[in-house]
Structures are given as C-alpha cells and as structure tokens.
C-alpha cells in the first residue's frame, strides 16, 4: 500500500508527540554499510560490545525485523540539557543520562504513533525502536534525510546540532523516500582533536574500545584499564565532549521533555557525595534511569578510577 498521502500527516502527530524530526526511507539491504560494519568488527573497534557481532544481516536488513517492511520510518527527539551539576568538581554524567531512562520515555512516544497510524491508515504492520535491537539508527536516520554523519560519528542536524536521540518504525506501509543531506562538517577537526583517549582514530571512525562511553557503561571488567588513567576528563557515565567542541551544537534547543528534568538531588550531590555514595541512594536516584546500567559496583568502579 502507498501510503505517501499520510506522510505529512504522520509528521504532524510525531511532532505532537515531541519529536523534532521525522523522515522516511526505503526498507532494503544496506550495501554500502555492510563492508564498512564488517571492517569495524574485524578490527575489534566494538570493544567489550560482542552483541554487535550478533544478527549480522539483521542489522543489515529491516526486513529481517519486520515481515514485509517497505519502510523505516526514523524520528528524533531532543535531550539537551545546558544544566550542568553544582560543583564543578564532581564526577560527570552525559546529558542524556540525566533524566528517565530513553528507552521507556521513547517506545511509550512510538506506541501512540504507531496506534494512531493503525487508526488513520488500517490494517498495518509496524514495529517500534529504541537502541534495543539490532537496528543501524544513525544510518537509517541519515537516508531518511535527518542530518549527516559527523567526523565523532554523530548524526548531526544543520538546526539542532547533535543532541538527541533516535528511533525508528519499520512498517509495512510504502511511502516516498525522503533524500539524504549532504555532510558540512568541511574542514573541521574539534571532536578528533578533543578526545582525551583519542577513540577518534580518523575522521568518521572510532574505536569504541577506547571511547569513554564504552569504558563508564559497556566494560564489565572489575578495573578500568590503566592506560586510560589521567584521561577520562572526570566522566563517571557517558561523555559528552566530542558533541560539546562541535560548532553545530551552538544550535542545540533545550529540550522540553518532563521526563527528561534532572532531579536537584542528582545536580547537587557534591565531589564528596559520590565518593562516599552508597548502594541504597544510587538505587532510588537512579530507579528509572540509564545509569542503573553501570550498576552500583560499575559506578563506583568508575569514581574510583577517577581519584586523583
């Protein structure tokens, strides 16, 4: 079924919904991404992440994930937060972190806009998204027209900059592709320059194995590697400092997501607070957020390694 007509329609409920952006491309095989996935893999650039390995062809092909799919439909949806915590001195969290968790706040957002494609349109097949799967986000979201992949891997927005976070609804429904844009980093080097671990290997390649992302949340290890010591620019979750150098993120809009609001105990716990954290108070400070990731012990792993 072409379901071009509704396209606009489908925007404007996104929109409603509180993403930014929303655009459309064609469900196929990605050609040129599976040789350069591939490389990645072989150089063991995914780091502890071993499920990047899995479902190879999946990550490849939607239709593998969706029976049928003519369409992902990709969606963007802002987390910027300027706030940064109290004292200066305290261990950092990525912005995206500072909230609930993504995860549950998105798919609840994808659930009311697949339920009312399934009013508008009918009888539809549709499966909703969130960083959970094995879906290629950054380059589903780069054919649909959503912004360009930047030199620190990003997908970047020439209006919004960077941060935000990215989804997807692969349908049955065929609608008309929406092109790509084209890449306007230039001659800009201010992520690859900036990394303290230089996880940045070249432009539009990282080494997620050195990335401090991948160090504070996927590593499992009990002890952070030494090599990495002195360099981790005190982030205890995330890292945000290829996106922070970036000029387009002179663009970036405070979100306006309830969800996303950091809780002033969050903000205002101190240098000290969180050496001496306990499990009982990252429990109910974390309780909805990305951050139980890490786990109490991979937390203060993380704190730990950050001491002077």
């Given at each position: 079924?072409?379901?071009?007509?509704?396209?606009?329609?489908?925007?404007?409920?996104?929109?409603?919904?509180?993403?930014?952006?929303?655009?459309?491309?064609?469900?196929?095989?990605?050609?040129?991404?599976?040789?350069?996935?591939?490389?990645?893999?072989?150089?063991?650039?995914?780091?502890?992440?071993?499920?990047?390995?899995?479902?190879?062809?999946?990550?490849?092909?939607?239709?593998?994930?969706?029976?049928?799919?003519?369409?992902?439909?990709?969606?963007?949806?802002?987390?910027?937060?300027?706030?940064?915590?109290?004292?200066?001195?305290?261990?950092?969290?990525?912005?995206?972190?500072?909230?609930?968790?993504?995860?549950?706040?998105?798919?609840?957002?994808?659930?009311?806009?697949?339920?009312?494609?399934?009013?508008?349109?009918?009888?539809?097949?549709?499966?909703?998204?969130?960083?959970?799967?094995?879906?290629?986000?950054?380059?589903?979201?780069?054919?649909?027209?959503?912004?360009?992949?930047?030199?620190?891997?990003?997908?970047?927005?020439?209006?919004?900059?960077?941060?935000?976070?990215?989804?997807?609804?692969?349908?049955?429904?065929?609608?008309?592709?929406?092109?790509?844009?084209?890449?306007?980093?230039?001659?800009?080097?201010?992520?690859?320059?900036?990394?303290?671990?230089?996880?940045?290997?070249?432009?539009?390649?990282?080494?997620?194995?050195?990335?401090?992302?991948?160090?504070?949340?996927?590593?499992?290890?009990?002890?952070?590697?030494?090599?990495?010591?002195?360099?981790?620019?005190?982030?205890?979750?995330?890292?945000?400092?290829?996106q922070e150098v970036c000029p387009w993120n002179k663009?970036?809009?405070?979100?306006?997501?309830?969800?996303?609001?950091?809780?002033?105990?969050?903000?205002?716990?101190?240098?000290?607070?969180?050496?001496?954290?306990?499990?009982?108070?990252?429990?109910?400070?974390?309780?909805?957020?990305?951050?139980?990731?890490?786990?109490?012990?991979?937390?203060?792993?993380?704190?730990?390694?950050?001491?002077?």
């Open positions: 079924m072409n379901a071009t007509r509704y396209k606009q329609d489908i925007k404007n409920k996104a929109a409603a919904l509180g993403f930014f952006h929303c655009g459309f491309s064609k469900a196929e095989f990605l050609n040129e991404e599976a040789p350069r996935l591939e490389h990645w893999l072989q150089k063991n650039y995914h780091g502890s992440m071993s499920y990047m390995e899995n479902h190879f062809d999946k990550r490849l092909d939607p239709r593998l994930l969706v029976d049928d799919a003519k369409s992902v439909i990709s969606l963007l949806l802002n987390y910027h937060n300027p706030i940064k915590q109290t004292d200066p001195e305290a261990p950092k969290i990525s912005q995206y972190a500072y909230g609930e968790d993504y995860h549950f706040v998105i798919k609840d957002k994808l659930q009311e806009l697949l339920d009312y494609m399934k009013t508008t349109i009918g009888d539809i097949q549709g499966r909703v998204f969130v960083d959970s799967a094995p879906v290629m986000d950054k380059v589903w979201a780069k054919k649909a027209g959503l912004g360009w992949m930047g030199k620190n891997t990003n997908l970047i927005h020439p209006q919004e900059g960077s941060y935000f976070f990215i989804a997807e609804l692969i349908t049955d429904l065929e609608f008309e592709a929406d092109g790509p844009m084209k890449d306007y980093c230039g001659t800009c080097t201010k992520c690859l320059d900036a990394c303290p671990t230089e996880a940045l290997i070249a432009p539009y390649v990282i080494d997620g194995s050195k990335c401090i992302s991948h160090l504070t949340i996927e590593l499992k290890d009990a002890l952070l590697p030494d090599e990495f010591k002195g360099k981790m620019d005190n982030w205890m979750f995330g890292c945000d400092i290829c663009f970036a809009k405070v979100h306006t997501e309830k969800r996303f609001v950091p809780s002033a105990q969050l903000l205002d716990l101190n240098h000290g607070d969180w050496i001496d954290l306990e499990k009982e108070t990252f429990q109910n400070l974390f309780k909805h957020s990305a951050v139980k990731r890490t786990k109490f012990e991979g937390l203060k792993r993380n704190i730990s390694f950050l001491k002077k």
